[in-house]
C-alpha cells in the first residue's frame, strides 16, 4: 500500500495572468497560501503581483480532500515543474485566451507536462474568451492535435467555482478511468 494513496494532488499549470492563483482561491476552502512578488518591470495590465514559488490549498470535493499546486509560470521557475508534478493525480492547464500566444502557449505547456509525466491526465481551461470573440476551440484541439488529442478543452471563467469544480471533476474522472 502507498503512503499516498489517499493523497490527492492536483496541479494548476499554464502561464502567467492564465488564471492559476484566481482559480485556487475560487476554490479553496480557507484562504490559499500563495507567495506573491511584485512584478518588477511594471504592471502587466492591472496585474501587479505574480506567484513566485506556488499557490497550494485544499478542498473537500464529493467527500474527498483534494490537496491543490499551482505551479509557476514563468520560464525562470521551469526547474520547479517536475518538483510541483510529483506524485500529482492530475493537471488543470489553465491558458488565457485573451493572449494572442494561446496557440503556442497551448503546445508549449502541454509539451512541457509531458515531457515530466508522460501518463498524466489533463484537462484544458481557456480563460478570459468573453475579451477573444475570435478564439477558436477547433483551432486550438488542432495545435494540441500531436501531443494529446484526448485533453478536453473548455473555456472557463478562473474566478468561478463552479467551473473550476468541473475541470477537477473532469481530472478525477480520467483518473478512476485509468485506475480500473
Ligand atoms: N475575465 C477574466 N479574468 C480573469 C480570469 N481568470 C483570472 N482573471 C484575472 O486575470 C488576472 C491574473 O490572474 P492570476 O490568477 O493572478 O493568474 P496566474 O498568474 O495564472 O496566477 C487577475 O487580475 C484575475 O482577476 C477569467 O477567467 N476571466
Ligand atoms: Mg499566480
Known sequence: ????????????????????STAIAAISETPP???????????????TTTTVALDYSFLNL????IHIYGMPGQARLGFMRNIVLEGALG???????????????????????????PQLNVVIGITKTENN????????????SQIDPK??????????????KQLLKILLALHMAQAV
Do not use: C, Q
Not at 33 to 47: C, I, N, Q
Not at 62 to 65: T, V
Not at 136 to 144: A, K, T, V
Open 133 to 144: 470573440p475570435d478564439l477558436s476551440l477547433n483551432e486550438l484541439r488542432g495545435s494540441i
Open 33 to 47: 497560501v500563495s507567495t506573491e512578488e511584485t512584478l518588477s518591470s511594471g504592471a502587466m495590465g492591472d496585474k
Open 62 to 65: 464529493e467527500g474527498s480532500i
Open 91 to 117: 493537471v488543470v492547464l489553465l491558458l488565457n485566451g485573451e493572449s494572442e500566444e494561446v496557440y503556442n502557449d497551448a503546445s508549449y505547456w502541454l509539451r512541457s507536462i509531458r515531457e515530466i509525466s
Open 151 to 164: 485533453a478536453p478543452i473548455l473555456s472557463v471563467d478562473a474566478r468561478e467555482e463552479d467551473d473550476m
Open 1 to 20: 500500500m502507498s503512503a499516498h494513496e489517499n493523497y490527492n494532488k492536483l496541479v494548476f499549470a499554464g502561464p502567467v495572468g492564465a488564471g492559476k
